[in-house]
């Protein structure tokens, strides 16, 4: 038996995301006492695939294809759940992003088995195999019990920490046929912001929000997230007035992100936004009402103009980056 | 072409959320419901595509798995303006049990585009549109930002890391939406409101499906600490904090 994971890849490499995800399963599987494998999907060079040795990963299986290039939803559904078959898996990872969160529910029906979508950590037990998830848009935790013999869980990004743990591992590379699934959506266009932290991959986050008052405004929040290495987000009203692009929108209905540190200029944080960062390790908030909601999640507050403030925020932050 | 809009009923996003019996069970004292925001998205961007002639767009129906007491946010739905709708009516379990019901009537109909929120804010599960998708063995795209049809053809925009995916879907297929579909939810104007009264809502009998995972109990987030404050004169304070205490920059 074992825990399978399916580690994606970015252009033929590995992420923080993928050895999280690496990590987890190795730490799950000891926990129930079965072996963890790894499964990529496309070419990944042997240095690469061998990472995942370093988080515990004793079995990786590297597979390659020639329409495996593109992602397609039943394609790839089908190969992990041959997969999951092969290994006699138990327990299935994915990532809760938009590739796990395509795949997951497709595995489930193929293989009767139940999901626990966006698992923040190990389960409380495996037998019965109970694990707490976040529900009501982070206002809630429900813990599940899954009742099948297979287990699916998508992972939150950002949520589990790296383990580093050494371990002798094998590579089986397999070439997969006989995945035509006939016709299916085509890719016509292909638009990729490269060089670019990702919002979903930062662990320092800086947003804004209203009372920003304007997108003239936005300089000072760039020139912060640059100098903590972070990306930047904005509320709803931001993204909806075009201060900001949509992708930045954090909230209920638009990223929901767990960095280990937000930090929030200008946004009072309804409860809508809140939804959205909750899963954040630690919340700054900036803002000039002393009552605003978003004081009572924050750990660390700033009462005061943006305007007035975020100058000498930066400027402190240059004096301490240079001591 | 016909769609089909997969609908749940959620509490309204700004309901203080309680649980009652021991924790395992909603609190619905007080609670407004709404449609889940994501399938008012859909829905709405599928009722934009009707009224554009040019898309050949003949019905938008809704679909929603529940007991009567959900009629009144499918009223909702049709007074939106969607033509009619499908209600299966049976306590939903959980994403599995929920989606072989949806599986029954998209099977029973004649729909070309299937479009379903990609998360439901009550149990963020993001699994129904993709279940449902298996248990058709249709096509499915996930995380849809944009859906135009032009001359005849499926045209959906999905959002992957760092960008952005143009794709051309052929029909049936599963359309898995998330925010920037449609800008604004529509709303119901009083017209909207008296037609809906006439319109069918057909129920469907459940077919008997064994959920797959069960919701023992809830519990509320762990309270944060009090904030600290820092004197906005001195900024260099929470630097520091940031340093030394929280060790996170």
């Known amino acids: ?323 | 072409m016909n769609i089909l809009v997969c609908i749940s009923h959620v509490p309204d996003t700004t309901t203080k959320i309680k649980f009652t019996d021991n924790n395992t069970r909603l609190d619905v004292s007080g609670i407004q419901w709404v449609i889940n925001p994501w399938d008012e998205l859909s829905l709405t961007r599928a009722l934009e595509l009707k009224d554009d002639a040019s898309c050949g767009i003949n019905t938008v129906s809704v679909a929603h798995v529940g007991p009567v007491s959900a009629e009144p946010t499918i009223r909702k739905a049709l007074a939106i303006g969607a033509d009619n709708a499908y209600r299966v009516d049976t306590e939903p379990l959980d994403a599995y049990q929920v989606a072989a019901q949806l599986a029954q009537i998209v099977k029973a109909g004649a729909f070309d585009i299937i479009l379903c929120g990609i998360e439901s804010s009550d149990y963020n599960g993001s699994n129904v549109g993709g279940m449902l998708a298996e248990f058709l063995d249709l096509p499915s795209v996930s995380g849809i930002s944009k859906l135009e049809i032009k001359e005849g053809k499926v045209h959906i925009t999905r959002e992957i890391d760092g960008g952005k995916e143009m794709l051309i879907s052929p029909t049936p297929f599963v359309g898995i939406v998330q925010k920037g579909i449609a800008k604004e939810p529509r709303i119901a104007a009083m017209r909207g409101i008296m037609m809906a009264r006439k319109k069918p809502i057909q129920l469907v009998d459940a077919v008997q499906t064994e959920p797959l995972s069960e919701t023992l109990e809830f519990e509320p987030p762990k309270p944060r600490p009090a904030c600290k404050f820092v004197d906005p004169d001195q900024p260099g304070k929470l630097i520091e904090l940031l340093q030394n205490e929280a060790k996170v920059i």
Not at chain 1, 280 to 297: E, G, L, M, Q, T
Request: proline fraction near 4%; include cysteine.
């Open chain 1, 1 to 323: 038996m074992s825990v399978l994971v399916y580690t994606e890849n970015w252009n033929g490499k590995f992420k923080k995301l993928s050895f999280e995800l690496a990590s987890y399963a190795s730490e799950l599987a000891e926990m129930a006492g079965i072996e963890p494998v790894a499964v990529s999907i496309g070419k990944v060079e042997q240095d690469e695939l061998m990472k995942l040795a370093g988080y515990g990963i004793k079995k990786i299986i590297s597979v390659e294809g020639e329409n495996l290039d593109k992602f397609d939803t039943r394609t790839y559904s089908r190969l992990i759940s041959d997969q999951a078959k092969n290994e006699s898996a138990t327990i299935i990872v994915l990532a809760d992003n938009n590739r796990g969160k395509a795949l997951a529910p497709r595995i489930s029906v193929r293989l009767q088995a139940a999901v626990a979508s966006g698992v923040t950590g190990l389960p409380e037990q495996t037998e019965p195999f109970r694990i707490k998830k976040r529900a009501f848009s982070g206002n809630a935790f429900a813990t599940l019990e899954l009742k099948t013999v297979v287990k699916i869980l998508t992972l939150t990004q950002n949520s589990f920490d790296l383990r580093e743990k050494s371990v002798e591992a094998s590579i089986e590379k397999q070439t997969a046929e006989n995945y035509d699934t006939g016709p299916g959506p085509e890719i016509q266009d292909v638009q990729i912001q490269t060089g670019k932290l990702l919002l979903a991959d930062a662990e320092i986050v800086v947003s804004g929000g209203r009372g920003m008052k304007s997108a003239d405004n936005w300089g000072p929040i760039l020139e912060l997230a640059q100098l903590l290495n972070g990306a930047t987000a904005c509320s709803r009203p931001v993204s909806d007035e075009g201060w900001r692009p949509h992708e930045e929108h954090t909230g209920q209905t638009g990223k929901v992100i767990a960095p280990n540190l937000y930090i929030a200029i200008g946004i009072s944080g309804a409860t809508q936004h809140l939804a959205g960062i909750s899963g954040s390790k630690y919340i700054v908030a900036i803002n000039n009402d002393k009552d605003a909601p978003i004081f009572d999640a924050a750990q660390y507050g700033i009462v005061g103009d943006a305007a007035k403030v975020l100058p000498k925020l930066v400027e402190a932050l240059k004096v301490a980056g240079n001591s």
